[in-house]
């Protein structure tokens, strides 16, 4: 059975050595973030992730280890995984350059046929780039080969889209490489797997088994990317079409619901908001418009997504400013600070955006995330106040923001908002209750693409 290393213990790296164990390999788990490593080690799982806690208790010690050696981890294994960050440059393209240096110490350490897998989201061309710096670096006649197999995992549910994938891509130039993958693979793609007693429970809709799409390692490379930057579209697509909804006075959930029944589109990311966010949309959005540029295509279409998506957190921004007025010195309470609910990932979430806007002008702000708060206090440093729950957030407030699509955000009790709440004015950048719900309260509610409700007297509300 092949050996599987996995270098980086990220949302994918972590997820993807615990899965691969769950599957029945024996995996090594590498990192150079030596804290990371002791925290895993003492079994504390650093990212919040469904199942995740289980599969690393059930396997570590045993099909599942945690190592700073790559050296080590790259003798021991014929299958490696690199899953390390790509970060965006300031111009917009990836940095490769924590691909790079894994694949020259790969290249160092080579004592056998390896196959080197990119997990990460890189670039057309990457693979290509890592087999020229395996070759210029190793010193022996070891063959290898490099194959694209991106993540299409999403945050918050990581442990069964990785189990349950849609699909599962894989991209090479070699048939020797294309039987080793479609080995590590085929207790998923038989149907193995899901005859398992002990499996995670797959989630509705789950397409079992799934599909292998074998292509070419750029195809491979080009999927990625290309899927990401059509979610973000259908993000900002939905966005835009809200703005109108909001200039005209149509409601966007009745629209998006109309665009989304058409089984040519589809419901998915068809949800109006203060925009996308994450680790992933925006880099991922401004590399494939920065390498469509290098090979010579003028891909307009993406600075529009961008651009859309940047002017939803300033047209949200400005709806507060309508609100409340003059902001400084106001009390604002923040519900959500993650990019998405599901996750504590608050890498360019646009909660985080508005929140920091909303500081720069003075305003006060008490937030609550179910999961984000470890993570914000480290990155707002003393400059906001942190509560335990949503009632405290909003208790004494001059204003309630709703910024992540929590489920627990969906269902508070309106009524005791009401009560807390200095003034009864929401501004829910998630579109998480209805306009007539909220009149019903008798709150000033003001959200995305939908009816604004203006500030009633107090005798205008309707006893509860
Ligand atoms: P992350 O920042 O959470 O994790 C990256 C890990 O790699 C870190 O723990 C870091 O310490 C480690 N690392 C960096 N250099 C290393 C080295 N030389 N040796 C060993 N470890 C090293 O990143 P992530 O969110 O897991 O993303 C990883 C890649 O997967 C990115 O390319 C991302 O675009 C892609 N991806 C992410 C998601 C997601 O939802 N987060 C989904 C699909 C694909």
């Given at each position: 059975m092949n050996k599987i290393a996995v270098v980086g213990s990220g949302y994918v790296g972590l997820v993807a050595a615990a899965c691969f164990a769950e599957l029945g390999y024996s995996v090594t788990c590498v990192d150079n973030d030596l804290a990371k490593l002791e925290c895993l080690r003492r079994g504390e799982i650093p990212i919040h992730e469904k199942f995740l806690p289980e599969l690393v208790a059930r396997h570590s010690g045993t099909r599942l280890q945690f190592s700073d050696s790559l050296a080590e981890a790259v003798r021991s294994s014929t299958v490696i995984f690199i899953a390390v960050g790509t970060p965006s440059k300031d111009n917009g393209e990836a940095d490769l350059s924590y691909v790079e240096s894994v694949a020259r110490e790969i290249a160092r350490s080579i004592n056998g046929y390896k196959v080197i897998i990119e997990k990460s989201t890189v670039p057309v061309y990457t693979s290509e780039w890592i087999r020229r710096v395996m070759l210029l670096t190793t010193r022996t006649e070891c063959e290898f080969d490099v194959v694209s197999n991106p993540e299409f995992l999403r945050e918050g549910t990581a442990v069964t889209d990785f189990l349950y994938p849609d699909r599962i891509v894989v991209g090479v130039n070699s048939e020797r490489a294309a039987a080793v993958l479609r080995d590590i693979y085929s207790p998923l793609t038989t149907g193995a797997y899901y005859m398992?007693?002990?499996?995670v429970p797959e989630p509705d809709r789950?397409?079992?088994p799934p599909q292998l799409i074998l292509t070419s390692a750029k195809s491979a490379e080009l999927i990625k990317h290309a899927s990401n930057a059509f979610l973000a579209m259908k993000i900002s697509f939905i966005n835009a079409v809200a703005s109108i909804c909001e200039e005209v006075g149509a409601d966007i959930e009745q629209v998006a619901r109309g665009i989304g029944s058409d089984s040519r589109i589809g419901p998915q990311f068809l949800r109006a908001g203060i925009g996308y966010g994450g680790s992933c949309f925006p880099k991922d959005v401004s590399a494939f418009r920065a390498v469509s540029r290098q090979c010579g295509?003028?891909?307009?279409l993406l600075e529009d997504v961008m651009q859309i998506n940047e002017e939803q957190r300033r047209r949200f921004l400005q709806k507060i400013r309508t609100a409340l007025w003059t902001l400084k010195g106001k009390k604002i309470g923040v519900l959500g600070l993650a990019f998405k609910g599901g996750t504590d990932d608050i890498r360019e979430s646009p909660a985080i955006a508005l929140v920091q806007g909303l500081v720069s002008e003075g305003v006060q702000i008490t937030a609550y995330d179910p999961a984000a708060m470890k993570r914000a206090r480290e990155l707002f440093n003393g400059s906001i106040h942190f509560a335990e729950n949503a009632y405290a957030v909003a208790a004494g407030a001059d204003a309630l923001l709703i910024l992540t699509d929590w489920d627990e955000f969906a269902s508070l009790d309106l009524k005791h908002l009401h009560e807390l709440l200095e003034y009864p004015i929401i501004l829910d950048g998630r579109n998480l209750y209805t306009p007539e719900e909220m009149e019903r309260h008798g709150f000033m509610y003001i959200s995305i693409g939908r009816k604004v409700l203006p500030l009633k007297q107090l005798a205008d509300v309707p006893a509860q």
């Open positions: 398992s007693a002990q499996r789950a397409t079992i295509y003028d891909f307009k």
